[in-house]
């Protein structure tokens, strides 16, 4: 029997399910790897801006049943919304299937406050005027809107949605200017609102540090992805830790089973929203008198 490392959070983002860059084996390797309390999928787990091409694998449809399951044993599973699976805001402050959906978080941890919020409400801010960024926890809702509005206008005109971190993927020289800004931002943002930790993801750079400015000072933190770095935050011991896959990955355990030769509709019908059909019926192909 293989055993699995208990621990408090565990916090992914940026997976991309849908997208021919989504890592699902080393993300299913990782999620099989650990018993946490709490799940924190910290946006952009479905990229629903991919969604209009129609690939998603069955490893993809696998990394979605196993956080369902995770769910359905008692681990306390929380999506935070990104701006790639942004078709869930419609369902913020709901629970479907033991998945509480929200597009913020504070939680207490062991007497300190941490705020946990994807990182694209800042897109625009950041690039038209620091003075909207300051909005910030205060005006989420409406920063969220404006992103949205902006991204609608550009698809009108034919050009591709703004987004930080394709911005900064695709200009190698201006990744650490956008990544520095960002940081920043959050960071003074939460210090000004008395958070201890900020944990977002968006940018794919995984990250922990100390920011401190006149007024005091945070724990900046960053899951990072499952496209390059393969990478995840941990909580335990009143500790934080950035999960290195390529680093830690004697940690966790392989999978060593080969998908089943499932067909495709019992495998989506086993993990979808609407349950459509009774688990007990095995499929059945049609057969000729």
């Excluded at 994807?118 to 404006?146: C, I, R």
């Amino acid at each position: 029997m293989k055993i699995k490392r208990k621990i408090e959070i565990a916090v992914i983002s940026d997976v991309h399910l849908g997208s021919n860059v989504c890592n699902a084996r080393n993300l299913l390797n990782y999620l099989n790897s650990i018993a946490p309390k709490k799940l924190i999928l910290n946006g952009d787990i479905v990229d629903g801006w991919q969604l209009k091409n129609r690939y998603f694998p069955k490893s993809h449809l696998k990394v979605i049943k196993t956080i369902m399951n995770m769910a359905a044993n008692g681990v306390e599973v929380i999506y935070i919304t990104g701006n790639h699976d942004e078709l869930f805001r419609k369902f913020s402050n709901s629970t479907i299937v033991n998945i509480r959906i929200v597009d913020k978080l504070v939680l207490d941890l062991n007497g300190k406050n941490a705020w946990f919020f994807h990182g694209d409400v800042f897109d625009v801010s950041l690039q038209n005027g620091k003075w909207l960024a300051k909005l910030g926890s205060y005006g989420y809702k409406l920063l969220t809107k404006l992103n949205r509005i902006v991204n609608w206008y550009l698809e009108r005109i034919g050009k591709e949605r703004f987004s930080l971190s394709d911005k900064a993927n695709k200009n190698k020289k201006e990744t650490t200017k956008h990544v520095t800004k960002f940081e920043k931002v959050v960071s003074d943002l939460a210090i000004e609102n008395g958070y201890d930790y900020v944990v977002c993801g968006h940018i794919h750079q995984p990250k922990m540090v100390y920011m401190e400015n006149k007024h005091g000072k945070t724990m900046y933190l960053n899951s990072g992805d499952w496209i390059e770095n393969f990478t995840a935050l941990e909580y335990q011991f009143k500790r934080w830790k950035i999960y290195h896959y390529d680093k830690d990955k004697l940690s966790p355990f392989f999978v060593e089973e080969e998908f089943e030769a499932r067909d495709i509709k019992n495998l989506i019908a086993a993990i979808t929203i609407v349950d459509q059909y009774e688990q007990k019926q095995e499929f059945k192909p049609n057969r000729k008198a």
